[in-house]
Nanobody, 124 residues
Framework: QVQLVESGGGLVQAGGSLRLSCAAS????????MGWFRRAPGKDREFVAT????????NYADSVKGRFTISVDNAKNTMYLQMNSLKPEDTAVYFC?????????????????WGQGTQVTVSS
């Protein structure tokens, strides 16, 4: 059974940094696509970043490009999201997701496995 557990959220001032972690278990993820999504208050869940675990291909939402970095550590079976230059509009619950073959890596409906989410709050 696939289990994804996020951690690393918290409260940070604008301009600060946080690193989110997503610990994955229950499968060999080398052939999986992994993604970070977020849901801000009153808004739909939106794509943040995605990475192919084996090949490392990365994609980012325009709103985070140049500020966020997605990565994986194969030895630890963990995915990360390094978030720098945080803005108040980055405030959201952040979720990690996994799927062997998502129809669209940018669409949350394409992912079958999800973590419980971690809250990120950026104060101005």
């Amino acid at each position: 059974q696939v289990q994804l557990v996020e951690s690393g959220g918290g409260l940070v001032q604008a301009g600060g940094s946080l690193r989110l972690s997503c610990a994955a278990s229950g499968r060999t993820f080398s052939s999986y696509f992994m993604g970070w999504f977020r849901r801000a208050p009153g808004k739909d869940r939106e794509f943040v970043a995605t990475i192919s675990w084996g090949g490392g291909a990365r994609n980012y939402a325009d709103s985070v490009k140049g500020r966020f970095t997605i990565s994986v550590d194969n030895a630890k079976n963990t995915m990360y999201l390094q978030m720098n230059s945080l803005k108040p509009e980055d405030t959201a619950v952040y979720f990690c997701a996994a799927d062997r073959d998502p129809l669209s890596s940018h669409s949350d409906s394409s992912y079958i496995h999800w973590g419980q989410g971690t809250q990120v709050t950026v104060s101005s």
